[in-house]
């Protein structure tokens, strides 16, 4: 794109009610020597320490606002130096790797621990992109895995292949020879067993950390303290149906409903709901975000 072009572009997306405060063509990276301080001035752009990558995008509020004090909660329960200094997260429903990205770019200084993650989601796009955004931030590192791999309604988890169709799972190897591929598989089967067989690479069977934005299946949601490690934290954040506010998408039944969380994860054993609130997203539709810690192993 010229500059000329993205001139137009600008007034094209104006015109279409669209707050676009900038639009860069490719040359603007090479040729305008303050374009990332610039871009800092009008908060489209930071970096939260000298030696990290410039980042234009945020992550999910919930998990900006809460990771200091996750980190410190983690790192202060860790039972090894090892596991103080590295913690694990996994990110289901992970779209283009956005939150995943800006937490393993975080750095350790002042005494912060470091994140390795593992990004799940159906699509195939999203997990190429989540992977060249790691891999472009020099983050690929610290990225456990990709796994492509699809929930239904009734909780079973499939991983897919690229054309969609489902892995074959090597039965012969799985107790009793369950025809577990044709019919997926339970959340904890799924990541303790399979996904350990299936996939090459370090992919840890549990997380300190497992995050699930704008993403919901909620014959999930109660075997998701099962992939915890005690002391563990789920953010969880998803659109809410609430009387003070209309919005067509999602539609209602994939929204959820006010206190559904809570009420869930309070009437489960061992669980702790530590922060709930409603928020708005940039558009304004209401969000439910919500915080709880696995208190112990179950
Ligand atoms: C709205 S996006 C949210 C992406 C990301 N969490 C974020 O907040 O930017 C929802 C993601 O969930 C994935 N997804 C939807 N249904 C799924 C399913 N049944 N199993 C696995 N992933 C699914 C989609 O491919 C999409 O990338």
Not at 94 to 97: A, N, P
Not at 224 to 231: D, Q, R, V
């Given at each position: 794109m010229e500059p000329s072009d993205a001139k137009g572009a600008t007034q094209w997306l104006f015109d279409r009610g669209w707050n676009c405060p900038w639009v860069f063509w490719e040359g603007d990276f090479d040729q305008n020597v303050n374009l990332w301080t610039d871009l800092a001035s009008l908060q489209l752009a930071e970096s939260t320490c000298s030696d990290q990558s410039w980042l234009m995008f945020k992550p999910a509020p919930i998990l900006e606002e809460s990771v200091d004090w996750i980190e410190r909660s983690l790192k202060s329960n860790a039972k090894s130096s090892e596991s103080q200094e590295m913690l694990s997260c996994l990110d289901i429903g992970?779209?283009?790797?956005r939150d995943l990205a800006w937490l393993l770019s975080r750095?350790?200084?002042?005494?912060r621990p470091m994140w390795r993650a593992t990004a799940v989601d159906s699509s195939h796009g999203a997990t190429n992109r989540t992977s060249a955004i790691c891999e472009n931030m020099g983050l690929s590192g610290q990225l456990d895995g990709t796994l492509n791999a699809k929930v239904a309604v009734n909780g079973l988890w499939r991983l897919l292949t690229r054309d969609n169709s489902n892995v074959q799972v090597?039965?012969?190897?799985k107790k009793g020879g369950k025809p577990t591929a044709a019919t997926g598989e339970s959340t904890l089967e799924f990541f303790s067993e399979t996904v350990q067989q299936q996939i090459?690479?370090?992919?840890?069977?549990?997380?300190?950390l497992i995050i699930t934005i704008r993403f919901l299946v909620r014959s999930i949601l109660p075997h998701?303290?099962?992939?915890?490690?005690?002391?563990g934290y789920i953010i969880i954040s998803h659109f809410v149906d609430h009387e003070d506010y209309k919005y067509d998408q999602p539609r209602q039944n994939h929204r959820l409903g006010m206190n559904e969380l809570r009420d869930l994860f309070s009437s489960l054993e061992g669980m702790r709901v530590v922060v709930d609130k409603l928020e708005q997203i940039e558009d304004g539709r209401p969000v439910n975000s919500i915080i709880i810690r696995k208190e112990y192993s179950l």
């Open positions: 992970c779209g283009s790797g750095k350790a200084v002042d005494g090597n039965n012969a190897s090459s690479g370090t992919i840890p069977p549990k997380h300190d998701l303290p099962s992939l915890l490690n005690p002391g």
